[in-house]
Structures are given as C-alpha cells and as structure tokens.
C-alpha cells in the first residue's frame, strides 16, 4: 500500500471562500484533498478517528506532519480564468518594453539588442503602451519609418501592450516580400496591413494581421522555450496560481493567430509531457468544428484529465478589437477619432453563432471576446438565442446548466445589456489590470461619458452576475494579489464601481473555478475539493485599503504538495 500522507496547518486564519464566508483556524490535508476545516480541537478529533479506521496492517504507512501557521492567512488557490501561456513564454525570451516611456528609450533599448544579436536574427519584442509616453507628441505607435531610424540593419517587430496591433521596419517588409504591388494580393483574416497615401505598406498591422507580421519571426531553440516554460512555471507558483484557464488554437486555418496557431497545441503537449508546468491547465481552444475540439477534450480525458488535472472545456472566439488600437466595436465613434472611427468585428456575427451552436450541442463551454459596448451587446444576443432555441445532444447526458457562456473582458456594459447578462446566466472573465493600463488615457478614446461603463465591477456584482478574474498573460501581470487591490482601489479611477477585498478574492477562486465549470473541485477550501491552497502573510480581507499593496505570498500549494516558497 502507497503511503498516506496527512498535514495538519494550525494556528492560522483559514478564509474558506464559501456561500457563508466561513473562517476557521486549521486545515486538514490527506494526501491531495482537503480532509477537514474547522476548531483545531475538532480537526485533530477528526484526523484520529479517520486514523483508527485503518487497517491496523497500513498504519505504518502513514506520514503526518504539523505545521503552525503562525497567524498568517490560508485561501484557496488562484485561478487565474483566462491567458495565453504559449505566448506569453515566447515573450519570456524577448524583450520586454512595458517601461519604456520615450522614443530616445527605445531607441537606445533597440540598438543594445541590435548588439546582442548574430546574423540575421529578428529583435523581436513586445508590451509597448505609447498611450503612456511622457512627451504628449510622442504618443503615436511607430511606423516603419520611426524604426527605421532607430534600426535599420536588421529587422525589428514590436507588439502594442494589447497584442491587437503591431509594426515592423522596412527590412523587416523586405523579408516579408511586402509592399505597395505585393500587398494588393495578401488575404489576411481579421484587421488592416495600414498604407499610406501612396499605397506604401506603413509597417503597422492590427488584429489578425499581426499574425502575417510574425510568422515571419524564426521560432527559438527547444531548449530555450522549455527554458522559458520553466520560468513562466515559477511565476505562476509565486503568485499562488494553481489553475490556469488557457487560451490554445488548435488549427492553422482559424483564428487571428493565423499560420503560427498550428503550433501551439504541439508546444503545449510537449511541455505537459515533459512535466514543465506545474500548474492545472483548463483549455479553450480556438477552432470552428465543435467535433474536433470534442475528439481533443475526450483524447486529453485520457491522457491528462486525471482528477481534472489538465482538461479540454470549450471554445474561443473573438467579435472585435480593443480600446489600444481603436478597433474595440462602439455605437459611437471614438472621441479621438478624426474619421468617425467605431472599430470593427473581426469575425461575423452569423459565423461565431454557427460555431458557438454547434459546440453548446456538443456540451462545450463558450467563450467571446468583447470590448466595445456594441461588440458586448452582439455577444448576448448570440447567446440569448442560443439557449432559447438549443439543447446539449442528450447522448452526452450534459446538463445544460452545466455549460458555461462566458464573455471575455466585458469592458464596456450599460445596465441594460448588464439586466440580459443576468437573466441569462452568462459569466464575466473580467482583467482587473487593465484599469492600471488605461486608466491614465483610456478618457482620451472613448470620452468623459462612457468611462463611466468601463470594467463596472461593482455594478456587475449587485445585478447577480458571476465575475471572474484573469491577467490575459502576457497581456497583463500575473501578479493576483495585484489585481485584487485594483478592483478595491481601482486606483482613484471610477471609484464607485470599487468591490470589496473579499469579493475580489472570489473573482480568483470559486467565481473563476466556475467558470471553468471546475467549482466542484476546486475555488474553495471545503471538505474533498482539492488541495490548492496559498499562504498569505496577513488577512485578505481584514486589512485597511491602504494595507492591500503589503500582501505577499508566502507558500502555494498544488494538490497537497508546496510547490513554492517565498523563503
């Protein structure tokens, strides 16, 4: 008989993120799953007589260890409900510009990566946010022509902070064999390869031609990605992440990643194979044949699902753009606009209600991408009309409860697209951090009226509707404990639509565990769901706001077992 390992952790503040809000003193671990919650002098009673039920035969192997939690806070593990892992440890390897506040910083960034480099090597890098500049005049996102003179030797790609837009220089457009006759032949999926007034390719490209851009990047080394993989593990762990809902394509033929979609599934694989994240993975795959992504969910069942550790969910799709690149989809224009410009969808509405049909039949969570106040109102009539006129194949014996309709970010919602979101039971996967990204320009696009809308936590609570918590990685940070002090601080901006710590903790627990249809199993710390829990230097939810930016992690733990350590 295998060991049985028990740990009880006393002596601390015990938040169980539960419909009561229950708080206790102890833990009880046994093996991966909890065994019990509560007094401490009920969870040792527990413990013996969970021992003295043992075989007498088997007792030699048990294992128990104590440890005192010495006061500081235990809460469920993180659940970080939507990223995209295959770039974000890409990106781990290129060079990051999220601090870059000038053209004389970048270019000098630039040039000593041009050093670095052999042959023809790309620098390739990305997170630049030229909305938050110094130099008002120097807000405006590089065309080929600024990256000409910061680099010209060798070619240069930089993604914008959203990942929805993206320029290169000119040597890079004359690998990519693209200009003003060439271009007149390019079919690109969603968004523009911008020209100028002569039909000269500007090197700008946004949404789904980015992607055209990119592919054109050499893919690194093996043992750098697995590297990387590595580090983007470790990260995770020290943020108390145990659970990532993450976004794969899972073909070449589909989807605004384009022709590098097709390897993300097989980097994914790998790095599972070879046991390079720690991690729970909830997949949502990007793909328009609901009979392939259910073949994949029942092929992952096998290989991987044990005791939901690496599972197949459902499908992702994206309707329209973002507020960085001007191509969220609006019912007015955006106020900087000088050419009444409402953004765009990058996917018909008709096509994304075929896709999202036919896998709502196969059982399959849903989930679009909307930011625009428009884009979020097409989203719930796709839905709407879904669930009155649909049902999971009763084969499948699924409840249709059980499936999941999810809006993506959500940023832009008025009350009565909120009543719909409500009634219908769809869930929001909002990013808490795109506050701290926008809030210094956002009033600039869209206006001193609609900020008022924008990511409205608080109003989403109070209309009954689930809101869950993710980064967008590499989007945004990892960092929870970040986050959660945003959706209370929000940093001064839209103060009223602040929540509680508590509730924001529940965006990152049982909120996103739900919609990952994993709520069962994982989001709060209760009697045989799982082990996933995270030590806490202080109490979450005790603290003054202003103590909020002090929380730290201590330990995470994963199915019973530290896998991180502060110390």
């Known amino acids: 008989m295998e060991s049985i390992d028990i740990g009880l952790y006393y002596n601390g503040i015990i938040v169980c993120v539960d419909d009561n809000n229950t708080r206790a003193d102890s833990i009880c671990i046994v093996d991966e799953t909890i065994f019990a919650v509560g007094k401490v002098k009920e969870v040792r009673s527990k413990i013996a007589s969970f021992i003295d039920n043992i075989e007498d035969n088997y007792k030699d192997n048990i294992r128990m260890k104590e440890i005192d939690l010495c006061g500081t806070c235990v809460v469920p593990g993180f659940i970080d409900a939507h990223m995209h892992p295959v770039i974000a440890i890409y990106f781990k390897i290129q060079l990051k510009l999220s601090d870059v506040r000038s053209y004389s910083k970048l270019t000098e960034l630039l040039k000593r990566e041009n050093e670095k480099k052999i042959g023809g090597e790309w620098i390739v890098c990305f997170d630049l946010l030229e909305d938050n500049f110094n130099d008002p005049d120097e807000r405006i996102f590089p065309d080929r022509y600024k990256l000409d003179k910061m680099c010209s030797s060798r070619p240069v790609f930089i993604m914008r902070h959203d990942g929805h837009k993206c320029c290169v220089n000119s040597e890079a457009l004359k690998i990519m064999n693209l200009d003003r006759d060439s271009i007149k032949n390019v079919e690109i999926g969603s968004g523009e390869i911008q020209v100028d007034i002569n039909g000269n390719p500007t090197g700008i490209f946004t949404e789904g031609a980015t992607y055209f851009a990119l592919k054109n990047v050499s893919i690194p080394s093996q043992d750098r990605l697995k590297e990387a993989c590595i580090a983007f593990s470790d990260e995770l762990l020290s ?164 499936i999941r309709c999810r809006i993506e970010h959500a940023s832009l919602l008025d009350k009565d697209t909120m009543k719909r979101i409500a009634k219908l039971g769809i869930v929001i996967v909002s990013q808490p951090t795109f506050i701290e990204s926008e809030h210094e320009w956002i009033e600039k696009r869209i206006g001193p009226e609609r900020i008022k809308h924008l990511y409205p936590f608080r109003d989403i609570i109070d209309h009954g509707i689930i809101l869950a918590g993710a980064s967008d990685a590499p989007i945004e940070k990892l960092d929870v404990l970040n986050s959660i002090r945003l959706c209370v601080t929000r940093n001064n901006f839209i103060s009223e639509q602040s929540i509680t710590p508590f509730e924001a903790l529940k965006m990152f627990t049982i909120n996103a565990a739900y919609s990952l249809g994993q709520e069962k199993v994982k989001g709060s710390l209760r009697k045989g769901k799982l082990a996933d829990f995270v030590v806490l230097n202080r109490d979450i939810t005790a603290h003054p706001i202003e103590s909020l930016s002090d929380l730290k992690v201590l330990k995470t733990y994963h199915r019973g077992k530290e896998v991180y350590s502060s110390k």
């Open 239 to 402: 943020h108390g992440i145990t659970t990532c809902g993450i976004i794969i394509h899972l073909t070449d033929k589909f989807g605004i990643a384009g022709e590098m979609s097709a390897l993300e599934m097989p980097i994914m694989k790998y790095f599972i194979d070879q046991g390079d994240i720690e991690s729970d993975l909830v997949f949502f795959l990007v793909c328009p044949r609901a009979k392939k992504i259910l073949q994949t969910k029942k092929r992952f069942s096998t290989l991987f699902g044990e005791r939901n550790r690496h599972v197949v969910a459902g499908v992702k799709l994206w309707l329209d753009g973002s507020f960085g690149a001007s191509t969220a989809f609006m019912n007015e224009p955006f106020t900087d606009s000088t050419d009444g410009n409402k953004g765009m969808l990058v996917m018909d509405k008709d096509a994304i209600y075929k896709i999202f049909r036919d896998c709502y039949k196969c059982g399959l969570h849903l989930a679009c991408h909307a930011i625009g106040d428009v884009a979020n109102k097409i989203v719930v009539d796709i839905y709407e009309d879904i669930l009155a006129t649909h049902v999971p194949d009763k084969s499948l014996n699924i409840d249709k409860n059980a």
